[in-house]
């Protein structure tokens, strides 16, 4: 069996971290070993494909994209099931599932061995934990996953003003909407109450699209279902 040459793929989401993250990686291993890797689930603000194409001009590399072709929504009613703060299937289909497959095409096309890099913080460790276990169980081989921000750079590293201040690139606008991330314009499923809050405050152009989106999925399916939930009950 022919031995296959590492290559450094950062998770590359659209946010400060991932961003910073996906710098380091390109430092320390050279641009020839590395790649961006995004999952587009076509529901991204308009700004973070901006500070997407920037940073990834900064850093040198292109970004190397794949998209099911369906949006969250369109998930849903494929899969009859309104996604929540606990199961988001619009994550599995758009994103785990296409970075699956784009890593056995490395192995099986390019002989190339993925290692995954996550911009997640210390904050976050349950979700490094979880995504160890998920990439070293569910692909045909086990995929090494490393998270610099938590094993690798100081705590206190302020990437954001790194990026603004030393790079000279604007961060997702998101971030000035008082938004922790910069997922799905706002919309992300999994965002929970304070979140939602946020976006009916700031956002209520996209706040109305869920509204919307949950009364069409209720009235498609006939099911009391709803994204934000209290004691397992749908929440209006």
């Known amino acids: 069996m022919t031995e296959r040459k590492p290559v450094h793929i950062a998770m590359y ?26 999952t587009n689930t076509l529901w991204e603000d308009d700004d973070n494909y901006r500070f997407m194409d ?23 009613f494929d899969s009859r099931f309104l996604g929540n703060s606990r199961f988001a ?17 490395l192995r099986d096309e390019h002989q190339l061995e993925p290692i995954l890099y996550f911009g997640i913080g210390p904050h976050e460790a349950h979700r490094a934990e979880n995504l160890t276990h998920f990439y070293e169980h569910y692909p045909v081989e086990p995929v ?33 909407l008082g938004f922790s991330h910069a997922n799905c314009a706002g919309r992300c499923v999994r965002g ?4 939602y809050a946020q976006l009916y405050s ?13 009364e069409n999925f209720r009235s498609e399916f006939q099911k009391d279902v709803s994204i934000l939930k209290k004691d397992s009950t749908p929440v209006d």
Request: proline share 3%; with cysteine.
């Open 89 to 105: 299937k619009c994550s599995q289909e758009l994103k785990v599932r296409q970075t699956i497959l784009f890593l056995e095409e």
């Open 13 to 38: 989401s659209g946010g400060a971290s991932s961003a910073y993250v996906a710098y380091q990686m390109v430092q320390m291993y050279g641009k020839e070993n590395c790649i961006l890797f995004f």
């Open 144 to 176: 090494e996953t490393r998270f610099p921000m938590i094993d690798t750079f100081r705590e206190d590293v302020d990437v954001k003003a790194i990026i603004e201040e030393e790079w000279g690139i604007k961060l997702p606008r998101m971030y000035e």
């Open 202 to 214: 700031v956002w209520p152009d996209q706040y109305a699209l869920q509204e919307e989106m949950e």
């Open 54 to 76: 920037e940073v990834a001009e900064y850093i040198g590399i292109e970004i190397t994209e794949r998209i099911d072709g369906r949006t969250p929504e369109e998930v849903f």
């Open 192 to 195: 929970g109450f304070q979140h």
